[in-house]
């Protein structure tokens, strides 16, 4: 058995995008890359942590050493959390897609020749965050949340840490400016009940270093 801080604890991170289907063939996207959630459940394994990877259609491999639950829709990742618990901490890196396709085709939709579109109606998808945060039962004993923003990033991490009713947000900034969705660097600030910590920018694998880190110290 391997040793570490994290040695026998269960830590579950979501990571990479959903795929939300608008018809057999066709889907709807964002460009999350998985990259920070990948960086992040390979350095809790470096610790020790026994980590399920819930991960939607990344672009970058999952970490060799985790378990690997692949999957599309944000419904699946929902099942699939709710399937991977108890765990001690839960990391929700992924970029979930707030609405799947309502009226999605079940056969490929064509065109039909009268020049019209045909028109995506929208349902909300589940907020596994939120979910998991409020479990009267089984709830991690940490639970941390991601905030992708493109403006007053502080502000707006604060309240959805309140709203989502999770014990920390890793926000960051992510205008098209910045390059940090898709790309390697991050700058993240780390919101806990004692307040706002900014990080200066470093690589997504020093940001995940330190988080294990904090999260090894966290859970004691
Ligand atoms: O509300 P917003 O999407 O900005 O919240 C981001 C955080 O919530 C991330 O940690 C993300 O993984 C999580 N989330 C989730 N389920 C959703 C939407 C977001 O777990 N449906």
Same mark, same amino acid.
């Given at each position: 058995l391997g040793g570490g801080p994290l040695a026998g604890r269960h830590v579950l991170v979501t990571s990479g995008p959903t795929h939300e289907p608008i018809d057999p063939v066709r889907y709807i996207a964002n460009r999350s890359s998985g990259a920070q959630g990948t960086a992040l459940a390979a350095a809790l394994r470096d610790l020790g942590a026994d980590v399920t990877f819930v991960t939607g259609p990344a672009s970058v491999?999952?970490? $060799? *050493?985790?378990r690997v639950v692949r999957v599309e829709t944000a419904r699946e990742m929902l099942a699939a959390v709710e399937a991977a618990l108890p765990a001690e901490a839960a990391i929700f890196a992924a970029a979930? +897609?707030?609405?799947?396709?309502?009226? +999605?085709?079940?056969?490929?939709?064509?065109?039909d020749g009268s020049g019209r579109a045909p028109a995506l109606e929208f349902a909300e998808n589940p907020d596994i965050l939120a979910t998991v945060s409020? =479990?009267?039962?089984?709830?991690?004993? =940490?639970?941390? *949340?991601?905030? $992708?923003e493109t403006e007053t990033v502080v502000d707006h991490a604060t309240a959805k840490r309140a709203r989502k009713g999770c014990d920390w947000i890793v926000a960051n900034d992510v205008s098209p400016a910045t390059g940090i969705m898709g790309g390697a660097e991050n700058a993240v600030? =780390?919101?806990?009940? $004692?307040? $706002?910590? +900014?990080w200066p920018r470093m690589g997504k694998d020093a940001v995940a270093r330190q988080l294990a880190a904090r999260i090894a110290a966290a859970l004691g």
């Open positions: 491999p999952p970490p $060799a *050493g985790v979930v +897609a707030d609405w799947r396709v309502a009226n +999605a085709g079940v056969q490929k939709m064509k065109k409020r =479990l009267a039962e089984g709830r991690p004993r =940490l639970v941390v *949340g991601f905030a $992708a600030v =780390l919101i806990t009940d $004692a307040g $706002a910590e +900014a």
